[in-house]
């Protein structure tokens, strides 16, 4: 796919994406020369075997960490090359985040927290957008509660729709519902799909789930730094069979 054929359909896109750690001997390939495209409006999930890359992988696609050599896009723009502080601001206005620590203020309420990086960036939320996000998240009964009223869903909930609220491009989530038992995890699952079908939201997601891998349109697998494999419109059973054959691989 070339550059003019892949504006508006590419949320996220690497070319050739490397993090190694150290020098010489002690030299840890962590991404080994990573192609991937993010298509726009889908759900991706990023699996694989403890330090196959999978959270380097998102790190480096979103600005979080820096790559070793290699490209990476946000949409059309290349970030690998940008100054700190114009990806601290393309981070803040066109990324969200959601990680499996919730990372909510316990001082404000759910409505407050939702609201709080457009706020610190001075700009104010578009309230029909806001409006249909609160009503996606299900949380409408719940915007002046605290974090501590709360149970572990809907804290996530509130941090999933804090990363919606100000329209981003794309939201990356790592491991977001770790912490939640299965029924709240599904409900956060549930959620994220909505966002993806009815709002339009693109997903990236690094989990060791095969449940939660299900919610997504692909699964890419990753292996020694490596996508070896991906899986359109998966399964829990067809994603567990595909892990169990890393497993197998390293075990053999």
Known sequence: MTDADSRGTIAARAQQLTKAYGEGETRVVALDSV???????QFTAIMGPSGSGKSTLMHCLAGL????SGKSWIGDTEITSLKDKALTKLRRDNIGFIFQAFN???TLTALENITLPMDIAGRKPDRAWLDNVIETVGLRDRLKHRPTELSGGQQQRVACAR???????IIFGDEPTGN?????????LGFLRRSVNELGQTIVMVTHDPNAASYADRVLFLAD?????????????????RMKRFDGARTS
Do not use: C, K, N, Y
């Open 65 to 68: 960490d820096t790559a070793t």
């Open 180 to 188: 939640l038992d299965s029924r709240s995890g599904a409900e956060v």
């Open 225 to 241: 730094g490596r996508i070896v494999d991906e899986m359109l419109r998966p399964t829990s059973d067809a994603v567990l069979e």
């Open 104 to 106: 909510l203020l316990p």
């Open 163 to 169: 990363a919606l609220a100000s329209r981003p491009e």
């Open 35 to 41: 192609d991937v495209q993010i298509g726009r409006g």
